[in-house]
């Protein structure tokens, strides 16, 4: 993967003009590789951390009460910012209505719009919570450093397991089903076993080794189902990690054996790469190749 | 393994006539491969998934008064709907008491008959979720698709470990065993460890990690021993994991190996093994190799 | 490792006298590879688990008052059975106090104490649990069977982890001797912390995942703290896991190298063993090797 | 790695005299490779855990009231003792002040300021748990054994996953974000979640399977969506363990590569490469090979 490439803006996003203020700002907005992009970047990274930080403090009910007025304020010039950039980022790009309808320029409209809309339904406490969702916005920007690279290994191998994971999920949820149905058969609701979804609620908290506390077995028979129940779930937890662990130790292995076919010795009659250590002539065409050291 | 058998139906299973309406619904309900066929399991999915949460919601009190009306009928419903599965699988196949008799032929008969033996024993509440089972006909349907491949990989693992694993279980109900009963004496009923067989539920509780917190130590020592307990089973969390991704990962390789296995060829010349695939020529000797396929 | 030697008695084990009712009592006890000696291991299985049984279920209280009677005639059953076994194992052995004073002596003789004990010291509840540790009796029956080998595999890998292991477990208990002073400081008495050996308690029981809830941080501070800690403790799960697997899986390939190293080409000349797959000449004497097929 | 070098002082520590007292005391203290140097440490170890241990049972209000007068005494024992060994450290070595602001240093001074502080701001009871800090003294010593070779395996396989742990951690953190946001909304400062940042706090508490049960949630809707944050913690609790065990597994395997890299030998005839540490004749062509050392 070209670094360039990578820091530059993504495939199908063009700027609206080649000139001009709008290209500057296409620039300073989608590029990553120059250096008052580099600040834009940063300062919008700063702005999505204190606006979501201003969303978390602002529900809790002493801070909202002592500091409403400053709180009100930072709101609106959180969200007056975030309008601006979202209004730029469509006017400087060619295709602005492919933009706002991709995942990106849903959440940038999501990110602004909880705080209009107040305006208009006074009270809407809950709709302004999705504001926090500013914080995917980050991932724009995590998307262009190196630790993309991670997380792609990391996502291609909970990739490849989909369809195992898929199968143990399933498995996990008929065992879920069953033991709640059984649960509250054995305990009922006078035990807190109040129906049958409830149940399942509580056998995905004590399968998973969560174990709340709220809803617990109180006769024999429940312990003992629970305890079986709970010695599945413990020895089972070995499966996720099993199937991917040695999903990733697969992947590594085969970036390693690319990496490894790149640096070898080339053959000189017909060109072909990647021959195995030992080999004295060209698998191909069965020329002699140049020793390996 | 080929696709085409592994959609037809299970080898021990023939049609009762090789003609006529009994091989057509055969057809239907056991083979897999053909349009109709397909629309017959989807329709069977849909019926389980929405029979089983019609059993789950009926449990719930609200539920169950406000359209208790509408719940039976749904029932009635379904369970004749099964039975009349039930009895064309039994009509269509050459030896129905051989399938009445396996897995499938009575997890389908505990599918139905439930709902009937409510009319003879009115009031049977607990015997009504056993219809919860019908979540395992799933199963069937699941076992046609290609998901079948990735759980008999996790199955073959888990198998081929199941010694090491009871080897595991044992040594920690031994040391639930012994936990409890120390406990039991530590703690003992005034601190809520009543009995060595509430201990013992306690311990596997702690060990497994799940901590309910219905029971929980009071003493000083008790708190010393539960701590040592706890990171005993903190530390040994890791052997099913260890055991099960060490399988795993054996099982990979070798599915690897195998298929690498059959395209060896070995040089006509020198006699060297182990060529890569696409080699044309020995990669030690020079001389050709025959065509692999 | 040969299944005779290993079904005979322990290398330390002799019989008292080669003839007579000793040396056919010791072959019954000692030895596991007569069909006598394996229905005498059997029935020795079945006590064991019957009297932990017992002692299990005497300690619940409306069990012990309503049985007490039959309870108290089973106890001295077992402990009559148990102590005519431990008898006669010291009366066949050549050295009986060398039998008495190894680990299986001391357990055995640990088995039947408290019962006598308990009519010197009348209501020495506590002491009874002592027999509870028959459980460890199994394991000199498990011991004989081929899970030896399974859990020998087990058993190595965690030795070969110890140190990191040690180092793992330092790790943690630093981690929890600040964290539970830092509690103390922030939490306090007021909040439940009352002093740091209690808040290491909570910290263990926190890091560990189990959360019983009995203490639970109440001010701001301290569940940023928690978080930060339940944090650490959700990443470092991965250590002894990684550990134990890498471990395993060495541990394995090592046992397939070797099991490779036997069944290869001798050399014909000095007779060496263990030659590579691609090998055309003795390694050590260099003289031309057998074409391996 | 030269165990005589390990052994010895850190390299930039030197003497502050070659000859004299200072010497002497330089070697006791900073080298670990003389009987008398190693007394010593084991007296440090001892006191430190003496100390620690004080420290702890000091927090005890019954054991603080019973037997303050010693408890104090102790501690300026302790005190008196670690100031005596800071200012040795300081006086012989040659940068004293270098020393004093490295973190050994700086981890010296805060064992034993607190003591001293308490004399000017008395009543402050926090200020004392700083001595706790203590404990990481041990691991300048420990730094000296064989256990620093394993440690330093496992830090390196966790510093080499840093990249993607911090991937995983920023993942997890998205998560609880959210779910955390969503919880506030749903179920609201009526069921306990009172504000974002404690709905937050039990996101990372159910997440890490902790569950301590002091906030549960109460409505249906709660219910589901703590059930699948539950799975999703159980699922991704397999991506630390996975990244880890692979990168552990990589370093054994490299250390293992490069093992076998320095008794590599080419053939002078044919060339190959890659003989067996005992082999005197190439395996391909026979000819005689180096010696190996």
Redesign the interface.
């Known amino acids: 993967m070209n670094t360039a490439t990578r820091a530059g803006p993504a495939p199908h996003l063009e700027p609206a003009s080649q000139t001009g203020w709008r290209r500057t700002w296409f620039d300073i907005i989608y590029r990553h590789d120059t250096p008052i992009s580099r600040n834009f970047d940063l300062l919008l990274v700063v702005a999505i951390l204190a606006s979501?930080l201003a969303?978390?403090?602002d529900?809790?009910?002493s801070i909202h009460h002592g500091h409403a007025r400053l709180l009100y304020r930072l709101e609106w010039a959180f969200t007056l910012l975030f309008t601006a950039e979202y209004v730029l980022r469509l006017l400087v790009v060619r295709r602005p209505l492919r933009y706002a309808l991709s995942i990106w320029g849903v959440i940038d409209l999501l990110s602004i719009l909880p705080t209009y809309l107040s305006l208009l339904l006074p009270g809407s406490?809950?709709l302004l919570?999705v504001r926090?969702?500013r914080?995917?916005r980050?991932?724009r920007i995590?998307k262009l450093t190196?630790?993309v690279e991670?997380?792609g290994?990391?996502a291609r191998?909970?990739w490849r397991s989909r369809?195992?994971?898929?199968?143990?999920?399933?498995?996990?949820l008929?065992i879920v089903?069953?033991a709640g149905?059984?649960m509250?058969?054995i305990e009922g609701?006078a035990n807190g076993f109040?129906?049958?979804?409830?149940s399942?609620?509580w056998a995905?908290?004590?399968v998973?080794?969560?174990?709340?506390?709220?809803i617990?077995p109180h006769t024999?028979t429940g312990?003992?189902v629970?305890?079986v129940l709970?010695?599945i779930?413990?020895?089972i937890?070995?499966?996720?990690?099993?199937?991917?662990?040695?999903?990733?130790?697969?992947n590594?292995r085969e970036a390693e054996d690319e990496a490894r076919s790149h640096d070898v010795r080339g053959c000189g009659h017909c060109g072909l790469l990647g021959?195995?250590?030992?080999?004295?002539?060209?698998?191909?065409?069965?020329?002699?190749l140049p020793?390996?050291d």
């Open positions: 979501v969303v978390m403090l529900s809790v009910a406490q809950s919570v926090i969702l914080i995917l980050l991932f995590l190196r630790y991670e997380s290994v990391l191998a909970l369809r195992k994971i898929f199968v143990f999920i399933s498995a996990v008929t089903v069953i149905a059984v509250y058969v609701p109040d129906n049958i979804p409830l399942m609620y995905i908290i004590t998973a080794t969560v174990g709340f506390g709220d617990v024999a312990r003992v629970t305890s709970v010695l779930g413990y020895s937890i070995a499966v996720p990690t099993g199937i991917y662990t040695a999903e990733l130790i697969n590594l021959h195995a250590a030992d080999a004295a002539h060209c698998r191909r065409c069965g020329a002699s020793r390996a």
